[in-house]
């Protein structure tokens, strides 16, 4: 399942994005994200999103033809 340390990260962008607590950073390793769990996003907190390199250094959003791959609320103070 994964708890979001770097040895035990979790097994989705999903998962880790709500997770994340305001302001905090979600590291990528490369590969291919796709599957319901990596679909269908809503981010709604700053965070920061960084791909790590690695492998191939490539890292793919696949929204598998989604209407909704990701979602962005903003925030207005």
């Known amino acids: ?11 989705s962008l999903k998962k ?19 599957g319901e769990n990596n679909t269908k996003m809503i981010i709604d907190k700053t965070i920061t999103i960084s791909g790590i390199n690695g492998g ?3 890292v793919i959003f696949n929204g598998e033809r989604s ?5 962005l609320l903003l925030m207005v103070n």
């Not at 997770?19 to 796709?34: C, L, V």
């Open 16 to 34: 880790a994005i709500n997770e994340a607590s305001n302001n905090s950073n979600i590291y990528i390793m490369p590969g291919e994200y796709f």
């Open 67 to 71: 209407m909704t791959f990701l979602r």
């Open 56 to 58: 191939n250094g490539k």
């Open 1 to 11: 399942m994964g708890d979001g340390s770097e040895n035990n990260p979790y097994k």
